[in-house]
């Protein structure tokens, strides 16, 4: 099964990802799109979800952490995209539970955001933040942003290069 895993700035020098939320395509996800979509597309939507959780634990830090002023904020969507082999429990659509943490031997390609996307979510987040640290919230804050960006895809041998942009990234 592909996996695809909103990596936490936190593991992106790790030996692991310590996640335990992934998504993928799944029963339950391809249950809830009428019409019926192409795989294809439902692995897009299934990476699209995983994208929006990793901007959800970008956006979570900041104001938890009240750096909603600063103009140095980390705000760099990463998702790593795996295969991985035996049964995943399915915890809401598209969605489903890791075990324990993923080495990153596991994982296939990894999509990151530009300097432009990641400067947009900075921007939107210090001319507006969300009120609070709340989940319901930051998904709420998420949802009325106007903007989404295509993610850069890198194989897993430019892992490095991903690296070198997160570690360029303000407060990373």
């Not at 596991?106 to 955001?113: A, F, L, N, Q, R």
Request: with cysteine; charged share 25%; net charge negative.
């Amino acid at each position: 099964m592909r996996i695809y895993i909103p990596v936490k700035q936190s593991d992106i020098n790790a030996q692991r990802l310590d996640v335990s939320e992934v998504f993928a395509v799944t029963p339950g996800l391809e249950a809830i799109i009428d019409p019926p979509i192409t795989m294809d597309e439902l692995e897009e939507l299934a990476r699209s979800l995983a994208a929006q959780a990793s901007l959800h634990t970008l956006v979570k830090a900041a104001v938890k952490f009240s750096h909603i002023n600063a103009t140095d904020l980390p705000m760099r969507r990463v998702v790593a995209a795996a295969d991985i082999y035996g049964e995943l429990d399915e915890i809401g659509p598209g969605c489903v539970q890791l075990r324990e943490p993923l080495p990153w031997q596991t994982v296939v390609s990894v999509h990151c955001d530009d300097d432009v996307a990641s400067q947009y979510w900075r921007s939107e987040l210090v001319k507006n933040p969300p009120p609070n640290a709340a989940d319901d919230t930051i998904s709420q804050w998420i949802s009325t942003l106007e903007h989404d960006f295509e993610m850069d895809w890198y194989d897993i041998t430019e892992l490095a290069t991903v690296r070198a942009l997160c570690a360029n990234d303000p407060q990373s």
